[in-house]
């Protein structure tokens, strides 16, 4: 639900997807409902997850707290780069307006981008994002 409304959020942003590698011909951002990146996805890529949250509501509503693994990753030709597009992408995120379907979301707050290279020395970096949602 809140990753799908996020992989909307940087689908829209061209700063972002022009600088994305591809897959069938399309941004290579995908979500965890879609599992890991296809092995012929090019690089750089993005993966979000809905990874945790928490209990949130008001007397009269349910809703969640929920958080949000946006992770990027490259290849070293393409480790500067992929540094700046993490903090395009935490730009992005922060303060981001997203519409998950059958609930409002009352913010959207990144944290600034964290090195988190793969054991195999692939570069990447994660950005931390979280939300508060209500049902609709």
């Not at 941004?27 to 990146?37: E, K, S, W």
């Not at 981001?96 to 707050?109: A, D, E, K, N, R």
Request: hydrophobic share 40%; charged share 25%.
């Amino acid at each position: 639900m809140i990753a799908g409304a996020i992989y909307t959020l940087l689908n829209a942003e061209s700063t972002i997807t022009d600088l994305l590698g591809k897959f069938e011909n399309q941004p290579a951002i995908f979500t965890f409902d879609q599992g890991v990146a296809p092995s012929d996805a090019t690089v750089p890529h993005i993966s979000i997850m809905e990874v945790g949250g928490g209990e949130f509501g008001t007397r009269g509503s349910q809703g969640a707290e929920v958080l949000i693994q946006i992770d990027i990753w490259g290849s070293n030709k393409l480790r500067e780069s992929i540094r700046s597009l993490a903090w395009r992408v935490k730009e992005v995120v922060d303060r981001g307006c997203i519409t998950p379907v059958g609930y409002t979301s009352l913010m959207l707050v990144a944290d600034p981008p964290q090195r988190n290279d793969d054991r195999d020395g692939f570069p990447g970096y994660r950005v931390i994002a979280r939300t508060k949602v209500l049902k609709d």
